[in-house]
């Protein structure tokens, strides 16, 4: 079979770019500074604000290619920021410990 030469194959649509590998990389950041007394917040927030920004292009294109890596951003980023709250919480019940058992030992 031969092809009618007046056929031309459709162009692919050019996805617009995003940041969401930025996003995703911010976010692991996030992830492992939380572990250490809370840096990770530093990470996570500018990571979680360029994943609301990946998201809000790919929802406009169906089938960006970058869609699950801007979902997996937000939720690394949420991740982050729920460790670097229970670590806050267990330095302060840490500390309101410490001053309790101290208390008591005094006679």
């Given at each position: ?61 169906p089938n960006h290619p970058d869609a699950g890596v801007a979902k997996a951003a937000k939720i690394c980023a949420w991740v982050a920021i729920g460790l670097f709250i229970a670590v806050i919480l267990l ?17």
């Amino acid at each position: 079979m031969q092809s009618s030469p007046h056929y031309q194959q459709p162009m692919p649509v050019q996805a617009p770019s995003t940041n969401a590998v930025a996003a995703l990389v911010l976010s692991i950041l996030g992830i492992v500074g939380s572990l250490f007394y809370g840096v990770g917040i530093c990470f996570a927030i500018p990571g979680l604000i360029l994943a609301n920004g990946a998201l809000a292009i790919t929802n406009q294109v169906p089938n960006h290619p970058d869609a699950g890596v801007a979902k997996a951003a937000k939720i690394c980023a949420w991740v982050a920021i729920g460790l670097f709250i229970a670590v806050i919480l267990l330095v302060l019940l840490a500390g309101a410990l410490y001053v309790w058992a101290s208390s008591l030992a005094e006679p």
